[in-house]
């Protein structure tokens, strides 16, 4: 059985960091893609970040490119999403997501079969 399970979230003023981890479970093999998404309220859940973790590629939205960065622990089976000069704008829950096999192009909800129960980032000016 696959289980994610998401910590690491909170509150922080804006250009502080944060750093979420995303344990997962029940996986076999080594093809598969972890995603970060994130939703704010009254917004629609969006792709912010993508691993590849047979090769560790990456891909970002672009509103996170250059402040995110997404990356995995093999040894623990742990996919983090390190945050860094946060904004009022990423205020959101943070949900991470994995399918079995290569990521797709985009970064769209339905492309992924597992979701954790999502961890609150709320950042504060």
């Known amino acids: 059985q696959v289980k994610l399970v998401e910590s690491g979230g909170g509150s922080v003023q804006a250009g502080g960091s944060l750093t979420l981890s995303c344990a997962v479970a029940?996986?076999?093999?080594?093809?598969?893609?972890v995603a970060w998404f994130r939703q704010a309220p009254g917004k629609e859940r969006e792709g912010v970040a993508k691993?590849?973790?047979?090769?560790?590629?990456?891909r970002y939205a672009d509103s996170v490119k250059g402040r995110f960065n997404i990356s995995q622990d093999n040894v623990k089976n742990t996919v983090y999403l390190q945050m860094n000069n946060l904004k009022d704008e990423d205020t959101a829950t943070y949900y991470c997501a994995a399918r079995r096999g290569a990521c797709l192009n985009g970064m769209s909800p339905p492309d992924f079969n597992f979701w954790g129960q999502g961890t609150q980032v709320l950042v504060s000016s």
């Open positions: 029940g996986f076999t093999g080594r093809q598969n893609c």
């Open positions: 691993l590849f973790t047979t090769f560790g590629t990456t």
